[in-house]
């Protein structure tokens, strides 16, 4: 099994609308986070949500955990064309004993002008 | 605001050379880390790297691979001698603090090697 899966792959949107992403993983996290990559670029930290907290909100995004089903979804609103990027979900595994992220397979977001 | 650097933005390569890579973490984080994106696939962890030594290391992370951090300003990944398979984008991470501290980690723009 695979940590970090996120649905759905690939998003089209018309500029104005909202977009909603969602995760799933497999073990206990300690937090999870968000990702945005600009094709052929690095990756932009977006925000970070802990394993106590339910939801979180930063400017235009807002999300969400559900640690009984080990899923967090990331809601963008009223996207606009500059966003349009990949974006993945990461997951720091809980116990507090390892630093690395594991990282899902991605949402391509699309919006359209 | 403060931002991880990497060099250089593309390296190629012949197979069985050695390829140095390079970034600079943000100035105050103590925390650095190397993760790979083959093309097409998932970022994946390769070796974390805290007080001068290695914290953790991922399956991937052979005998082929090393980290420095020369000078308290640099920190290095460096292949000994490249596979086909290496071919990849590589990016730099570093955070203030470690594991448990719920602490965003920060990537550069990555270095896109090309083994040829």
């Known amino acids: 099994s695979q940590q970090g899966e996120e649905d759905p792959q690939a998003l089209s949107i018309q500029e104005g609308e909202n977009a909603t992403m969602n995760c799933s993983y497999k073990?206990?996290?300690?937090?999870l986070q968000w990702y945005r990559q600009n094709s052929g670029r690095g990756l932009v930290h977006l925000i970070l949500?802990?394993?106590?907290?339910r939801e979180k909100h930063s400017g235009r995004l807002r999300v969400t955990l559900d640690t009984s089903k080990k899923s967090s979804s990331l809601l963008i609103t009223a996207s606009r064309a500059a966003d349009t990027a990949s974006y993945f979900c990461a997951t720091n595994d809980g116990g507090g004993a390892t630093n690395k992220l594991i990282f899902g397979t991605g949402t391509l977001l699309a919006v359209q002008p | 605001e403060p931002e991880v650097t990497q060099t250089p933005s593309h390296q190629v390569t012949q197979m069985g050379q050695e390829v140095i890579l390079r970034c600079v973490p943000i100035?105050?984080?103590?925390?650095f880390y190397w993760y790979r994106q083959i093309l097409g696939q998932k970022v994946e962890f390769l070796v974390s790297f805290y007080n001068n030594e290695i914290s953790e290391k991922s399956e991937i992370f052979d005998d082929q691979f090393s980290v420095e951090r020369p000078d308290g300003s640099n920190f290095t990944l460096k292949i000994r001698s490249t596979k086909l398979e290496d071919s990849a984008m590589y990016f730099c991470?570093?955070?203030?603090?470690?594991?448990?501290?719920?602490?965003?980690?920060?990537f550069g723009d990555g270095t896109r090697l090309s083994i040829l």
């Open positions: 073990t206990s996290i300690n937090n």
């Open positions: 991470a570093s955070s203030a603090q470690g594991a448990g501290s719920n602490q965003p980690q920060h």
């Open positions: 100035s105050n984080h103590l925390y």
């Open positions: 949500i802990r394993s106590n907290e």
